[in-house]
Antibody
Framework: EVQLVESGGGLVKPGGSLRLSCAAS????????MNWVRQAPGKGLEWVSS????????YYADSVKGRFTISRDNAKISLYLQMNSLRAEDTAVYYC???????????????WGQGTLVTVSS | DIQMTQSPSSLSASVGDRVTITCQAS??????LNWYQQKPGKAPKLLIY???DLETGVPSRFSGSGSGTDFTFTISSLQPEDLATYYC?????????FGGGTKVEIK
């Protein structure tokens, strides 16, 4: 069974940093692209970033480009999101999500973690 | 970026009713469209991929159709457990973009 477990969320001041982690199990992690998707309180879904299986291809939403860095460690079966220069509008639940199929670019997000809440407030 | 417009934003229907949600893309996306269900307090779940293919394990009362710019998601017979918000999502171009969601309530 595919399992994705996020951690690292919390309360941070504007301008601060936070690193999210996503521990994966139940599938061959090194074969799949991985993604971060966020959802602001009471709002819809927003794709944040994707990384291909070997980290060769990395993509970001314009809203986080230059501030967030996605990475992965296939040996540790983990996905990360380093978030710097955080703003109030980054407040959201952040989900780790795996593509349904093996692909270089994100297509269909077939498996999701339970999410971790990031609150940016002074 | 490709804009995805969903309608209605919310609806209320009775158990057994047929429910239809539409999603319009701002440009031709072929059939590069998925549908998700998000129950309150839970993560989204993929229901339909490639506009009309049912994800494994998803009940057959859910279906999708369309291509180009206009898409439809249907629940043929609404069940109490279908209380959720439904989202469309395109993958023709990055960034992936989602519709604004349709909240389905049970009368």
């Amino acid at each position: 069974e595919v399992q994705l477990v996020e951690s690292g969320g919390g309360l941070v001041k504007p301008g601060g940093s936070l690193r999210l982690s996503c521990a994966a199990s139940g599938f061959t992690f090194s074969s799949y692209s991985m993604n971060w998707v966020r959802q602001a309180p009471g709002k819809g879904l927003e794709w944040v970033s994707s990384i291909s299986s070997s980290s060769s291809y990395i993509y970001y939403a314009d809203s986080v480009k230059g501030r967030f860095t996605i990475s992965r460690d296939n040996a540790k079966i983990s996905l990360y999101l380093q978030m710097n220069s955080l703003r109030a509008e980054d407040t959201a639940v952040y989900y780790c999500a795996r593509d349904r199929d093996v692909a270089v670019v994100p297509v269909a997000l077939g498996h999701w973690g339970q999410g971790t809440l990031v609150t940016v407030s002074s | 970026d490709i804009q995805m417009t969903q309608s209605p934003s919310s609806l209320s229907a009775s158990v057994g009713d047929r429910v239809t949600i539409t999603c319009q893309a701002s440009q031709d996306i072929s059939d590069y469209l998925n549908w998700y269900q998000q129950k309150p307090g839970k993560a989204p779940k993929l229901l339909i991929y490639d506009a009309s293919d049912l994800e494994t394990g998803v009940p057959s009362r859910f279906s999708g159709s369309g291509s180009g710019t206009d898409f439809t998601f249907t629940i043929s017979s609404l069940q109490p457990e279908d209380l959720a918000t439904y989202y469309c999502q395109q993958y023709d171009n990055l960034p992936l973009t989602f519709g604004g969601g349709t909240k389905v309530e049970i009368k």
